[in-house]
């Protein structure tokens, strides 16, 4: 079945600058990968998606880089700020519905 | 307004006590799921129903139960088998098919003393 790793599990930057989040996954017929935020004590919440179709999706600060040969996709914040801070999750789908999570990583955006 | 919802939002048991946890979506999703969440763990899936009057199995079935009798409802029985059930318990639906996004609930932190 389908593996994802996730690294690094925290991160800590600095106000303004860039964040990068790397997956890999073992299922090379997975062909979605989201990218989940989650704050304390509440639900993940989708923040950026990209399928085996597109090598590069971007919103505002926020973007995801897919490489299919490789089996590792990448999740980019610029310009960091505070409230960025929070546990990052990416996810492959398995089986076409199913999805396995990486093990997060805990984002820390110093002012 | 739109989503799902999970009830209560802290549950507190004693051991041997079978506790039942509440999910209802009404975003008209066929498939829902429960994922228990530990720290350092991420999400590892419990049960998945893709449509009602059916669920298989997860990673992590064992000590748990779950019943699809409406649509709009999963809920989640931890009973008094699971051995270590102390936990953060989300729920989730989506459209069925090939990469639907995954909507989830505020979850519920289940401690068992």
């Known amino acids: 079945g389908e593996n994802v790793e996730q690294h690094p599990s925290t991160l800590s930057v600095q106000e303004g600058d860039s964040a990068v989040i790397k997956c890999t996954y073992s299922d090379s017929a997975s062909n979605y990968f989201p990218w989940y935020k989650q704050e304390l004590g509440k639900g993940p919440q989708l923040i950026i998606d990209i399928r085996s179709n597109v090598g590069e999706k971007k919103d505002q600060r926020i973007a995801v880089t897919l490489n299919k040969t490789a089996k590792h996709f990448s999740l980019h914040i610029t310009e960091t700020q505070p409230e960025d801070s929070a546990v990052y999750f990416c996810a492959a789908i398995e089986q076409g519905f199913s999805f396995i999570f990486g093990k997060g990583t805990r984002l820390l955006v110093k002012p | 307004d739109g989503g799902i919802t999970q009830s209560p939002k802290y549950l507190f048991r004693k051991e041997g006590q079978n506790v039942t946890l509440s999910c209802e979506q009404n975003l008209n999703h066929d498939a829902m799921y429960w994922y228990r969440q530990d720290p350092g763990q991420g999400l590892r899936l419990i049960y998945y129903?893709?449509?009602?009057?059916?669920?298989q199995k997860g990673d992590i079935a064992e000590g748990y139960s779950v019943s699809r009798e409406k649509k709009e409802s999963f809920p989640l029985t931890v009973t008094s088998a699971q051995k270590n059930p102390t936990a953060f318990y989300l729920c989730a639906s989506s459209q069925t098919g090939d990469g639907y996004e995954q909507y989830f609930g505020p979850g519920t932190r289940l401690t068992v003393t």
């Open positions: 129903s893709q449509i009602v009057n059916d669920f």
